[in-house]
Nanobody, 118 residues
């Protein structure tokens, strides 16, 4: 069983930065794609960024140039560096793990709140 624990959320002013972390338990982290999703109140959960087991990143168009996803396989941790934050970035951010060789094995974290407000 895999557990994902997010941290690093909080309240930040527009234009500020936050770094989210997601630590995974278990032994399949290095064989999995990792993703960050977000869900604002009343809206669907959307992909923000993802990174393959080999370290290739993918970003949603609205986050390109502002967010950076990275991973440390030695620490079983994925990060999301968020810069130039906007009020519309306010949401609960969720970490996702998906085993690349079998996508049926997919896990979610509990979420961390990010609020961008002055």
């Amino acid at each position: 069983q895999v557990q994902l624990v997010e941290s690093g959320g909080g309240l930040v002013q527009p234009g500020g930065s936050l770094r989210l972390s997601c630590a995974a338990s278990g032994s399949i982290f290095s064989m999995s794609s990792m993703g960050w999703y977000r869900q604002a109140p009343g809206k669907q959960r959307d992909l923000v960024a993802a990174i393959t087991s080999g370290g290739t990143p993918y970003y949603a168009d609205s986050e390109k140039g502002r967010f950076t996803i990275s991973r440390d396989n030695a620490k079983n941790t994925v990060y999301l560096q968020m810069n130039s934050l906007r009020p519309e970035d306010t949401a609960v951010y969720y970490c996702n793990l998906r085993l690349e060789r079998d996508s049926r094995y997919e896990y979610w974290g509990q979420g961390t709140q990010v609020t961008v407000s002055s």
